[in-house]
């Protein structure tokens, strides 16, 4: 049973550019959250989606957006990349049809920003 | 507003000590609580949780939390470290339902003399 898988596993990009990542959720959840942890903090939560639309989100600008697909697959795009953005970032998925269900998260991608 | 507290930055105990990881934490109704542990370069793995019932929850790897409503504390405790227990600890509090958005504390890092 695959747990969350997120890729890819480390980036590389430039002030300004942007950038896509993606995850896939643990088999048989339903509900994506998004997460950034600077280093030497905890995670921030980012967003949640859920049935493809966008359910909570965070204290993150508009440059943060994300998209969840019909087999619950999810992206986080960011644009116009700042130095700040340099994180890793976690994915976590959740059933939401059964209550008191802990969120998995995944391994992680870890983003610098030059 | 939810938060968390981790007064402890860093932990230095010897293997075979006991361990507790102290977490205060402030929210406006009946908490969900999660202990998550996070090795170098890796996600969050769940270590246990409290949702409701039994104050005194169990979780994997020898590892237990007690859920003290007056102190709003959940504190993460365990009879005999072990030298592979070296980790960063994160407590975390989310809304019902378990797979809300979690907000965590700034994390404990934990070191194991042998």
Redesign the interface.
Known sequence: DAGVTQSPTHLIKTRGQQVTLRCSPKSGHDTVSWYQQALGQGPQFIFQYYEEEERQRGNFPDRFSGHQFPNYSSELNVNALLLGDSALYLCASSFTGTSNQPQHFGDGTRLSIL | AQS?TQPDIHITVSEGASLELRCNYSYGATP?L?W?VQSP??????LL?Y?SGDTLVQGIKGFEAEFKRSQSSFNLRKPSVHWSDAAEY?C?VGA????????????TQLKVEL
Do not use: D, I, W
């Open positions: 968390v969900y999660f998550y370069g890796q996600g969050l793995q769940l949780k949702f994160f975390a019902t339902g378990g797979g809300n958005k979690l907000t965590f504390g700034t994390g």
